[in-house]
Protein backbone atom coordinates (compact mmCIF):
# COMPACT_ATOMS: atom_id res chain seq x y z
CA UNK A 1 0.00 0.00 0.00
CA UNK A 2 1.06 3.74 -0.63
CA UNK A 3 1.16 6.00 1.34
CA UNK A 4 2.20 8.15 4.45
CA UNK A 5 2.79 6.81 8.12
CA UNK A 6 3.56 9.53 10.79
CA UNK A 7 4.72 7.92 14.39
CA UNK A 8 3.94 8.09 16.82
CA UNK A 9 0.17 8.64 17.35
CA UNK A 10 0.16 10.37 20.19
CA UNK A 11 3.25 11.63 22.31
CA UNK A 12 3.54 12.93 25.50
CA UNK A 13 5.83 15.63 26.61
CA UNK A 14 7.05 17.77 29.51
CA UNK A 15 8.34 20.85 29.51
CA UNK A 16 11.61 21.88 28.14
CA UNK A 17 12.13 18.48 26.15
CA UNK A 18 13.10 18.14 22.72
CA UNK A 19 10.61 15.54 20.93
CA UNK A 20 10.62 14.47 17.34
CA UNK A 21 7.88 13.05 15.08
CA UNK A 22 8.36 10.73 12.37
CA UNK A 23 6.86 10.96 8.51
CA UNK A 24 7.71 8.42 5.98
CA UNK A 25 5.77 8.08 3.03
CA UNK A 26 6.31 5.50 -0.57
CA UNK A 27 4.69 7.42 -2.79
CA UNK A 28 8.00 8.62 -4.27
CA UNK A 29 7.12 12.22 -3.93
CA UNK A 30 9.74 14.79 -4.09
CA UNK A 31 7.78 17.43 -1.77
CA UNK A 32 7.15 16.97 1.94
CA UNK A 33 5.23 19.22 4.24
CA UNK A 34 4.63 19.70 8.01
CA UNK A 35 1.37 21.62 9.25
CA UNK A 36 -0.20 22.15 12.69
CA UNK A 37 -4.06 21.83 13.53
CA UNK A 38 -5.12 23.91 16.41
CA UNK A 39 -8.96 23.74 17.22
CA UNK A 40 -10.71 26.31 14.75
CA UNK A 41 -7.34 27.30 12.99
CA UNK A 42 -7.42 25.23 10.21
CA UNK A 43 -3.97 23.96 9.71
CA UNK A 44 -0.84 26.04 9.76
CA UNK A 45 2.42 25.43 7.45
CA UNK A 46 5.16 24.90 9.67
CA UNK A 47 8.29 24.06 6.98
CA UNK A 48 8.32 22.50 3.58
CA UNK A 49 10.93 20.53 1.74
CA UNK A 50 10.39 19.89 -2.34
CA UNK A 51 13.94 18.49 -2.53
CA UNK A 52 16.67 16.20 -0.79
CA UNK A 53 19.19 18.23 1.65
CA UNK A 54 16.76 21.24 1.17
CA UNK A 55 13.99 22.93 3.28
CA UNK A 56 11.68 26.23 3.92
CA UNK A 57 10.37 27.58 6.68
CA UNK A 58 6.29 27.79 6.49
CA UNK A 59 4.32 30.11 8.24
CA UNK A 60 5.22 29.41 12.09
CA UNK A 61 8.47 27.48 12.03
CA UNK A 62 9.50 29.22 14.97
CA UNK A 63 10.76 26.73 17.67
CA UNK A 64 10.82 23.75 14.93
CA UNK A 65 13.19 22.03 13.25
CA UNK A 66 13.30 19.77 10.00
CA UNK A 67 15.38 17.70 8.18
CA UNK A 68 15.44 15.81 4.78
CA UNK A 69 18.40 13.46 4.12
CA UNK A 70 15.78 10.85 2.30
CA UNK A 71 13.51 11.52 -0.17
CA UNK A 72 10.88 9.09 1.64
CA UNK A 73 11.58 10.80 5.15
CA UNK A 74 11.11 14.38 7.07
CA UNK A 75 11.26 14.19 10.50
CA UNK A 76 10.00 17.40 12.08
CA UNK A 77 11.83 18.09 15.74
CA UNK A 78 9.05 20.14 18.29
CA UNK A 79 12.25 22.28 20.63
CA UNK A 80 11.80 23.53 23.84
CA UNK A 81 11.75 26.67 22.50
CA UNK A 82 8.08 26.34 20.74
CA UNK A 83 6.05 27.87 23.68
CA UNK A 84 2.64 26.08 22.93
CA UNK A 85 3.79 22.88 21.44
CA UNK A 86 0.34 20.70 21.90
CA UNK A 87 -1.21 20.33 18.61
CA UNK A 88 -1.94 18.14 16.38
CA UNK A 89 0.49 17.60 13.62
CA UNK A 90 -0.11 16.76 9.94
CA UNK A 91 2.87 15.50 7.50
CA UNK A 92 1.54 15.27 3.53
CA UNK A 93 3.72 15.18 0.32
CA UNK A 94 2.76 15.72 -2.87
CA UNK A 95 4.80 15.65 -6.63
CA UNK A 96 6.82 18.46 -7.32
CA UNK A 97 5.07 21.76 -8.08
CA UNK A 98 7.26 24.62 -8.80
CA UNK A 99 4.35 26.79 -9.33
CA UNK A 100 1.06 27.34 -11.63
CA UNK A 101 -1.37 24.11 -11.20
CA UNK A 102 -2.17 22.77 -7.80
CA UNK A 103 -0.87 18.98 -6.99
CA UNK A 104 -2.76 17.58 -4.55
CA UNK A 105 -1.31 16.67 -1.12
CA UNK A 106 -1.71 13.44 0.58
CA UNK A 107 -1.64 13.19 4.50
CA UNK A 108 -0.61 10.97 6.88
CA UNK A 109 -3.19 9.95 9.85
CA UNK A 110 -1.10 12.78 12.20
CA UNK A 111 0.47 12.88 15.21
CA UNK A 112 -1.20 14.30 18.62
CA UNK A 113 1.42 15.89 20.51
CA UNK A 114 0.32 17.37 24.60
CA UNK A 115 2.69 18.82 26.79
CA UNK A 116 2.28 17.69 30.35
CA UNK B 1 -8.31 39.35 9.67
CA UNK B 2 -7.61 35.79 8.77
CA UNK B 3 -6.69 35.49 4.79
CA UNK B 4 -9.75 32.49 4.43
CA UNK B 5 -12.85 32.73 6.88
CA UNK B 6 -15.07 29.70 7.36
CA UNK B 7 -17.83 29.39 10.28
CA UNK B 8 -16.63 26.52 12.73
CA UNK B 9 -20.33 25.18 12.64
CA UNK B 10 -21.23 22.92 14.28
CA UNK B 11 -23.47 22.42 11.48
CA UNK B 12 -26.04 19.42 11.77
CA UNK B 13 -28.69 18.52 9.22
CA UNK B 14 -30.94 15.53 8.98
CA UNK B 15 -29.99 12.37 6.80
CA UNK B 16 -30.86 13.37 3.70
CA UNK B 17 -30.58 17.25 3.24
CA UNK B 18 -28.38 19.37 1.58
CA UNK B 19 -25.22 20.57 3.15
CA UNK B 20 -23.98 24.28 2.20
CA UNK B 21 -20.26 25.30 3.42
CA UNK B 22 -19.02 28.18 2.34
CA UNK B 23 -15.34 30.16 2.82
CA UNK B 24 -14.48 33.91 1.84
CA UNK B 25 -11.13 35.24 1.49
CA UNK B 26 -8.87 38.45 1.17
CA UNK B 27 -6.26 37.40 -0.91
CA UNK B 28 -7.35 38.30 -5.00
CA UNK B 29 -4.27 36.34 -6.18
CA UNK B 30 -5.94 32.69 -5.24
CA UNK B 31 -6.81 31.12 -7.95
CA UNK B 32 -6.60 27.26 -6.81
CA UNK B 33 -9.66 26.09 -4.63
CA UNK B 34 -9.98 22.89 -2.36
CA UNK B 35 -12.12 21.40 -0.43
CA UNK B 36 -11.11 18.80 1.89
CA UNK B 37 -12.64 16.67 4.41
CA UNK B 38 -11.10 15.62 7.67
CA UNK B 39 -13.10 12.48 9.72
CA UNK B 40 -12.10 12.97 13.40
CA UNK B 41 -8.08 12.24 14.50
CA UNK B 42 -7.55 11.48 10.82
CA UNK B 43 -5.95 13.61 8.15
CA UNK B 44 -7.87 15.64 5.70
CA UNK B 45 -8.16 13.87 1.94
CA UNK B 46 -9.02 15.97 -1.09
CA UNK B 47 -12.97 16.32 -2.27
CA UNK B 48 -12.94 18.80 -4.88
CA UNK B 49 -10.81 21.00 -6.65
CA UNK B 50 -11.50 23.70 -8.84
CA UNK B 51 -9.26 26.54 -10.84
CA UNK B 52 -10.50 30.18 -10.81
CA UNK B 53 -13.98 30.99 -11.03
CA UNK B 54 -16.96 28.47 -11.98
CA UNK B 55 -18.81 25.24 -10.75
CA UNK B 56 -17.69 21.99 -10.66
CA UNK B 57 -19.80 18.75 -9.78
CA UNK B 58 -18.55 15.45 -8.47
CA UNK B 59 -21.16 12.79 -7.60
CA UNK B 60 -23.10 14.84 -4.72
CA UNK B 61 -20.53 17.06 -4.42
CA UNK B 62 -20.78 20.33 -6.24
CA UNK B 63 -18.08 23.11 -5.71
CA UNK B 64 -18.67 27.15 -6.85
CA UNK B 65 -16.15 29.75 -6.83
CA UNK B 66 -17.08 33.31 -7.21
CA UNK B 67 -13.78 35.24 -7.30
CA UNK B 68 -16.07 38.56 -7.75
CA UNK B 69 -17.16 37.90 -3.96
CA UNK B 70 -14.20 36.29 -2.94
CA UNK B 71 -16.68 33.71 -1.49
CA UNK B 72 -16.39 29.64 -2.57
CA UNK B 73 -19.16 27.41 -1.95
CA UNK B 74 -19.08 23.41 -1.25
CA UNK B 75 -22.57 21.87 -1.65
CA UNK B 76 -23.32 17.97 -0.50
CA UNK B 77 -26.97 17.11 -1.91
CA UNK B 78 -28.51 13.67 -0.05
CA UNK B 79 -26.53 14.14 2.74
CA UNK B 80 -25.49 11.06 4.85
CA UNK B 81 -24.79 10.28 8.72
CA UNK B 82 -20.76 9.31 6.87
CA UNK B 83 -20.39 12.64 5.75
CA UNK B 84 -19.87 13.32 9.12
CA UNK B 85 -16.79 15.37 9.02
CA UNK B 86 -14.77 18.49 9.74
CA UNK B 87 -14.76 20.32 5.75
CA UNK B 88 -11.60 22.15 5.28
CA UNK B 89 -11.35 25.07 2.39
CA UNK B 90 -7.62 25.79 1.19
CA UNK B 91 -6.39 27.85 -1.61
CA UNK B 92 -3.36 28.72 -3.46
CA UNK B 93 -1.70 31.23 -5.68
CA UNK B 94 -0.88 30.64 -8.98
CA UNK B 95 3.11 31.84 -8.71
CA UNK B 96 5.86 29.80 -8.97
CA UNK B 97 7.64 31.52 -5.92
CA UNK B 98 4.91 29.95 -3.78
CA UNK B 99 5.34 26.43 -5.07
CA UNK B 100 2.15 23.84 -3.72
CA UNK B 101 1.73 26.34 -0.56
CA UNK B 102 -1.77 26.28 0.23
CA UNK B 103 -3.54 28.80 3.14
CA UNK B 104 -6.42 26.46 4.79
CA UNK B 105 -9.28 28.15 6.04
CA UNK B 106 -10.53 27.12 9.99
CA UNK B 107 -12.74 24.22 9.01
CA UNK B 108 -16.28 23.68 9.61
CA UNK B 109 -17.55 20.61 11.45
CA UNK B 110 -20.46 18.85 10.12
CA UNK B 111 -22.85 16.47 11.47
CA UNK B 112 -25.50 14.28 9.95
CA UNK B 113 -28.03 12.64 12.04
CA UNK B 114 -29.92 9.70 10.68
Known amino acids: DGGITQSPKYLFRKEGQNVTLSCEQNLNHDAMYWYRQDPGQGLRLIYY???????QKGDIAEGYSVSREKKESFPLTVTSAQKNPTAFYLC???????????????FGPGTRLTVL | QKEVEQDPGPLSVPEGAIVSLNCTYS??????FMWYRQYSRKGPELLMY????GNKEDGRFTAQVDKSSKYISLFIRDSQPSDSATYLC??????????????FGGGTRVLVKP
Open chain 1, 92 to 106: ASSIVARGGPYNEQF
Open chain 2, 90 to 103: AMKVDDKAAGNKLT
Open chain 2, 27 to 32: NSAFQY
Open chain 1, 49 to 55: SQIVNDF
Open chain 2, 50 to 53: TYSS
